[in-house]
């Protein structure tokens, strides 16, 4: 495998209630991503980082926030989850940008109920 | 702004019969393009990348695309189908090397015995 892992796999959570996921690398890459996938949306950005402590906001990212304080940890939190926040996450990560191509997790699958 | 478009949703094939999975891109300057493809229940693979270069890339598993500048398209072929080829196909896109990549909204590939 690549060295990036997600923590958990899966995860029911109640509305309301904040939801942390996490994306472990081993590779020291600096770049790294969380989209969530959607039927008929393929993938949508959340939030991405450039570095420890550097993040921005992708385009769907309401909802959602990041933190990044050691180069292998990428946490998501949902801060108050909805049902509109039922998808599948995934993180990537990437050596030196966009321009090379990403290496994704196997996902979290993620039920607000 | 930056889209993909992926003009099919499902394309089923017949085993050892030639595919083309087909992307166009919105942009008036120049790209950088992928395709992925995810396996049941798995994350992204990168199958292959188009930076410069050759119009013509070659990617893992007998994969090819071919970079058409004038029709800003970028299709996927493979001359002969296996079973193992059924997966979701993403075709994804960036406009420099430093902006979020976008990624279409996947082709379901079902290979059939």
């Known amino acids: 495998d690549a060295g990036i892992t997600q923590s958990p796999r899966h995860k029911v959570t109640e509305t309301g209630t904040p939801v942390t996921l996490r994306c472990h690398q081993t590779?020291?890459?600096?770049?790294m991503y969380w989209y969530r996938q959607d039927p008929g949306h393929g993938l949508r950005l959340i939030h991405y980082s450039y570095g420890v402590k550097d993040t921005d906001k992708g385009e769907v990212s309401d909802g959602y926030s990041v933190s990044r304080s050691k180069t292998e940890d990428f946490l998501l939190t949902l801060e108050s989850a909805t049902s509109s926040q039922t998808s599948v996450y995934f993180c990537?990560?990437?050596?030196?940008?966009?321009?090379?191509?990403?290496?994704f997790g196997s996902g979290t699958r993620l039920t607000v109920v | 702004a930056q889209s993909v478009t992926q003009l099919d949703s499902q394309v089923p094939v017949f085993e050892e019969a030639p595919v083309e999975l087909r992307c166009n891109y919105s942009s008036s300057v120049s790209v950088y393009l992928f395709w992925y493809v995810q396996y049941p229940n798995q994350g992204l693979q990168l199958l292959l990348k188009?930076?410069?270069?050759?119009?013509l890339v070659k990617g893992i598993n007998g994969f090819e695309a071919e970079f058409n500048k004038s029709q800003t398209s970028f299709h996927l072929r493979k001359p002969s189908v296996h079973i193992s080829d059924t997966a979701e196909y993403f075709c994804?896109?960036?406009?420099?090397?430093?902006?979020?990549?976008?990624f279409g909204p996947g082709t379901s590939l079902s290979v059939i015995p």
């Open positions: 990537a990560i990437s050596e030196s940008g966009d321009n090379h191509g990403y290496t």
């Open positions: 994804a896109a960036g406009k420099t090397s430093y902006d979020k990549v976008i």
């Open positions: 590779e020291n890459h600096r770049y």
């Open positions: 188009y930076l410069s270069g050759s119009t």
